[in-house]
């Protein structure tokens, strides 16, 4: 059984799109597909970004852990809200912190808003950064408009049914990139 990661991105006070996050990790389970882990990076804090983790002559036990989740992560799923038509700081810092680690992991994403276009305008912009950094993102998109109507605090989704019609493609296009990394390996 495939390790998938949820990289949480928002870090903001009083956060939404980490129901969307919580989301995913249930329903992996519940359908029995991975193993999951959130990598929640509001925990983590992680300083802005002075230098990659092998130029740091002591990186933090934060920093370590971090890198070590995503590099045994068989594929990611990279839940990220939408700011000011782009993705968070918080995301841009946790790429480009590492190198290695991202090298050909298969990586979903879902953009998040509160609005009505579920974050799209992120897309491409993370996309060029992940392309940029070797990762290998899924062509297959997770947006969530309205984001804090659509699951409860728990990532519970208030029309379940809709939501995981949605979650189906996304997740087994998903699972379908980390069979051929691991085939090709
Ligand atoms: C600094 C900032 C900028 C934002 N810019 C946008 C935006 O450009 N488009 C949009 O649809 N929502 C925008 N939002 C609203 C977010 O989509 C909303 O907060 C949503 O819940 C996802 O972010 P969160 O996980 O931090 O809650 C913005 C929110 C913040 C805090």
């Known amino acids: 059984m495939p390790h998938i990661a949820i990289i949480s991105a ?10 969307t996050a919580l989301y ?14 959130i990598i929640d990076l509001k925990a983590y ?10 130029n740091l002559p002591d990186p ?8 070590e989740r ?8 990279l839940v990220t809200p939408e700011y000011n038509g782009g993705y968070p700081a918080s ?20 953009t998040n808003s509160d609005g009505i276009f579920g974050g799209t305008q992120v897309i ?24 804090q109507d659509t699951f409860d605090e728990q990532g519970v989704p208030v029309d379940k049914k809709a939501i995981d019609k949605r979650a189906s493609p996304f997740i087994k296009e998903l699972l379908w990139c980390i069979e051929a990394s691991k085939r090709m390996a």
Do not use: C
Not at 24 to 37: D, K, M, S
Not at 45 to 54: L, N
Not at 70 to 77: E, N
């Open 10 to 19: 928002s870090v903001r006070t009083g956060r939404a799109s980490h129901r």
């Open 24 to 37: 995913f990790q249930n329903y992996l389970v519940e359908h029995n597909l991975a193993t999951v882990e």
């Open 45 to 54: 804090q992680f300083p802005v970004f002075e230098e990659r983790i092998w």
């Open 60 to 67: 933090s036990p934060a920093l370590l852990d971090y890198a």
């Open 70 to 77: 995503v590099k045994k992560a068989d594929g990611i799923i």
């Open 91 to 110: 995301i841009k810092n946790a790429i480009d912190v590492l190198y290695d680690e991202w090298h050909r992991k298969p990586i979903a994403i879902s």
């Open 124 to 147: 491409t912009s993370l996309q060029w950064s992940l392309w940029k950094i070797r990762a290998w993102t899924v062509p297959a998109m997770f947006p969530v408009p309205k984001v």
